[in-house]
């Protein structure tokens, strides 16, 4: 069976965004492959947070993947932090990396323009243990969004440096980037990715329908003066974000969606968007509230995960130990 992994920061509640870039096509993938999904909390620590909160975060994470759909007996659930191997072998792979390599990656430029007063060193080699993440299990592919590309592209290239200098050590995997959701634009500024930091034009997954539907209805359109239901990303970025966030919930094509509004315009087509979120959302969000209630399970879950993910990371550590030249234990 081919292998996959992915991670998501618990930097802030999870949105639309991290849904349909990541978590849907995780769960829609999980049946043909040996699938690894942890919680990037090392990587969270990058930006300063409220240790409660992080804790709280974390655990509201792992409920929701299990209610989008990601069945803890076939899948392996694990919370980044309980797997030592992770910032091993991201040191091993800092020594491997390169200055220059490390300064070109636009989300630490964006990051250290965001936190300028703690630009921190575990901020600047973050690409680093996100390689040791990804490398440790040999997956084969890596689903993520549109914006961690370059991540996964440098890993590819770390890898392929250290497999070249100490023979086949690392398998070099592929991103695998979805067609619809790969990049939600928030719906209050269609020029930026949806982000937590703009609340207003985020939909978080645990939020009410009535505060669903308010940013949808106050989502921007296109100050056109035909105010026709029509994709085009450049000339109408805010309605063709809502066609894209309708097209990847319901399958339907762009085509399609512009002759079911075609004549009715921005105002009929946003509320209709909006109920499709909500009722994609309300199960979910049902779902992670039970589970919640129940923090026994949620740690057998996590806990059983760590130890399966750990048994599989040591291989390849101590692989790489042994050929950087490391005395064995
Ligand atoms: P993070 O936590 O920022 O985002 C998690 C996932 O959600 C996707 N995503 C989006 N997709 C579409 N539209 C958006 N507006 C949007 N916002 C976020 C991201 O592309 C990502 O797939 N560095 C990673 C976490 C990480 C990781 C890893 C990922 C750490 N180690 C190893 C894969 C493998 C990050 O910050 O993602």
Known sequence: KKVLLSGIQP????????????????????????CYWF?????????????????????????TYIACGLDPEKNTIFVQSHVHQHAELGWVLACHTMFGELSRMTQFKDKAAKHADNINAGLFTYPCLMAADILLYQPDF?????????????CRDVATRFN??????????????????????SLNQPDTKMSKSIPEGCVFLM????????KFKRAITDSDTERCVHYDREAKPGVSNLMSIYSAI?????EAIEAQFEGKGYGAFKPVVGEAVVELLRPIREETQRLLADKAYLEGV????????????????????????FLPR
């Open 11 to 34: 930097s802030g509640d999870l949105h639309l965004g991290n849904y349909l870039g990541a978590i849907k096509n995780w769960a829609e993938l999980s049946d043909q492959f040996d």
């Open 250 to 254: 319901t399958g339907e094509s762009y």
């Open 302 to 325: 996590y806990r059983a995960g760590a130890e399966k993910a750990a048994y599989v990371a040591e291989k390849t550590l101590r692989k790489v130990y042994k050929k950087v030249g």
């Open 207 to 214: 939020e009410k329908p009535e505060d669903i539907m308010r």
């Open 142 to 154: 890596v689903p993520v969004g549109e914006d961690q590309k370059q991540h996964v592209e440098i």
């Open 164 to 185: 070249h200098l100490h023979g086949d050590v690392f398998k070099v995997p592929q991103p695998y980037i979805p067609k619809a959701g790969a990049r939600v634009m």
């Open 39 to 63: 919680m990037a909390d090392l990587h969270t620590i990058t930006v300063r947070q409220e240790a409660a909160e992080l804790r709280r975060r974390t655990l509201t994470q792992i409920a």
